[in-house]
């Protein structure tokens, strides 16, 4: 009896102190969520102010600062690596959940514990080594500012510390104290089976980029390792393990690819978007659009391929164009009944559509590795965008031919004109950035500022609708968003150059170059090959490799080097949009807020239509020359 009572009371205790203790953790990490917050937003505030004054002092009062880009340069890397560390606090660091779906609870919260064990790991590996890489970086004196480089540098110890803290505080949280030792013990088990299989993989030779980037991805990815660490592990793992880089290299090239200027407006279009909504742009905007094809079956998914066509190029980035355009439209076509799963899967074919419309960073790329004329890449970059939109509408009239319209009212004249009045401030915003691209007021980075000044205006003075108390949580939306989708490219340009280190991108020229039947069968391995890299590389980064490699060649098999510029970025915007690896597809996801398992199935009818079109922009050079 005396044993029972004991028993009864040593488990109320336990029942007890859990949620105690739970709530303790609980508290200490919503204090430090509160003290990383509050210095991302503010880093958003910041970069709009120096774009935006680099922009009046340089076209409007003639006295450029020639320090705005490098203390721009400088704080973004802080805001890249702080919002990554509130996107991981908040668990919206993207992740594939099909697989997990499928299974049961218990087996769920042990893969879910597992996701957060093997980011641990990765940020363990990588924290001395980004430590070492920012003690290095303190030797070198910034040219304008003229202030050691540690103090940029120092966003990735601090970030990668920052998010150390909070995965333990979460492990610490864990429910159930046995699946945590089982998931922690699992992710060690991992490891420490492939640093004990060291000697046997070193031999290998290439065969270890399959192991790494396709195994180690795919068994990361399909387990719910958010896609960022899954990336980082397979990069690390294959560096630590089968070659004798310093991984101090691997922290250099995630800087390189998450601080790149072009990115940073993608946090700035992010904002835009979240602006333009809250003002009443977007409702004014959207209010328009609806009465001119909101009675049409699908009407309002043809407005979003005609969207993402005219936005395209003008911030560089395709994750910033579709943050720009996103916020728009999703809120009232889910509200129509669209599927959350679709619009994602829709906004990613836009996205490797809309890959050649001017002005495009990857045609400037193009044109500055290969020699090829940028005019000539501009003008024919225009008509291949036209042919993946009309087969992509041609997809969204065939899901929607039966779509039920009966509730739908057609919009009299008299309402569309009154809509259109009311509108044209918001649909005025994407020619005002363009022009102001075009006619060099802004650079690409820069004409977001443009946008947000823009949207402020219009909100306080025509729509008379601008809510003070949401711009805290906005601009902490905006930091975690934007925090997620750089630590994925940042990753992903780490394997980028571990592909380049491997040889892996001269082999291919040395393959391609031999092969049989002539242009034909050149292109058709082109467009199997960079549908391939797209799904690893970023557009830039793989130009950048193969560009002057393949286009000798493209010139010497007889194929015109716009035209098979074209195709190779048709071909790379598919890869870079397909899942499971494509990071473009899972940037539409963070932007859409929309789970990547429920975009899987939809994604790849838009994506045959996609290839239907590449493969006629491929078969007739006219697209893309005939207007040379």
Known sequence: MAHVEFTEIVVSEIVVETPRRRS??????????????????????????????????????????????????????????????????????????AMVAMAGPRLWAFLDVVATAAALAFLLMVAWPAYEYAYEESFITTPALQIANIWRAAALP??????????????????????????????????????????????????????????????????????????????????????????????????????????????????????????????????????????????LHYVLVGAMYLVSGISGAKAADMAAVAPVLFPEMKARGAKPGDLVALLAATGAQTETIPPSLVLITIGSVTGVSIAALFTGGLLPGVVLAFTLCTLVWWRYRNE??????????????????????ALALPFVIRAAVVEGVATATEVSTIGIVYGVLAGLLIYRRFDWRRLRPMLIETAALSGAILLIIGT??????????????????????????????????????????????????????????????????????????????????????????????????????????????????????????????????????GFL
């Not at 919009?411 to 004109?417: D, K, L, P, Q, S």
Request: charged share 10%.
């Open 404 to 425: 039920d319209m009966s509730g739908v009212r057609r919009a009299t004249g008299g309402e569309i004109g009154k809509a259109f009045v009311v509108a044209v401030p």
């Open 158 to 299: 601090v970030g990668i510390g920052l998010m150390v803290l909070f995965a333990l505080l979460r492990l610490l949280r864990a429910a159930d104290v046995r699946t945590l030792l089982a998931a922690v013990l699992t992710v060690a088990a991992v490891v420490a089976l492939f640093w004990v299989a060291q000697p046997v993989l070193k031999p290998l030779g290439n065969i270890n980029l399959v192991i790494f980037f396709v195994g180690v991805v795919g068994l990361c990815v399909f387990a719910g390792v958010p896609i960022a660490f899954a990336f980082g592990l397979a990069i690390f793992g294959y560096l630590a393990l089968t070659t004798r880089t310093p991984l101090m290299v691997l922290v250099g090239r995630m800087d390189e690819g998450m601080s790149h200027l072009i990115l940073l407006s993608v946090p700035l279009f992010v904002f835009l978007g979240l602006l333009i909504e809250m003002t009443g742009m977007a409702r004014a905007m959207v209010a328009f659009l609806a009465s001119l094809l909101g009675h049409v079956r699908g009407g």
């Open 492 to 625: 992903a340009t780490g394997m980028a150059w571990g592909l380049t280190q491997s040889g892996f991108s001269r082999a291919l020229a040395a393959a391609m170059t031999g092969l049989p039947g002539g242009s034909a069968s050149f292109i058709a391995v082109s467009i199997l090959a960079f549908t391939i890299l797209g799904s690893v590389l970023e557009g830039i980064p793989a130009i950048v490799l193969f560009g002057p490699l393949l286009f000798p060649i493209a010139r010497a098999v007889g194929v015109h080097e716009v035209h098979y510029a074209m195709v190779i970025i048709l071909a790379m915007g598919i890869g870079l949009f397909a899942p499971p690896f494509g990071v473009g597809y899972y940037a539409a996801c963070a932007i859409g807020r929309v789970d990547p398992a429920d975009g899987i199935r939809p994604i790849w009818g838009y994506l045959l239509a996609l290839l239907i079109g590449l493969i006629v922009v491929a078969i007739f050079p006219w697209i893309s020359i």
């Open 24 to 97: 303790l953790i609980g508290r200490i990490e919503s204090v430090l969520g509160g003290l990383v917050e509050i210095p991302a937003a503010l880093l958003v505030v910041a970069e709009i102010v120096i774009l935006f004054t680099g922009v009046v002092a340089r076209y409007g009062l003639h006295q450029p600062l020639i320090w705005s880009d490098e203390l721009a340069s400088i704080l973004f890397l802080w805001l890249a690596m702080l919002g990554a560390v509130v996107a991981f606090r908040r668990g919206e660091h993207m992740r594939m959940t």
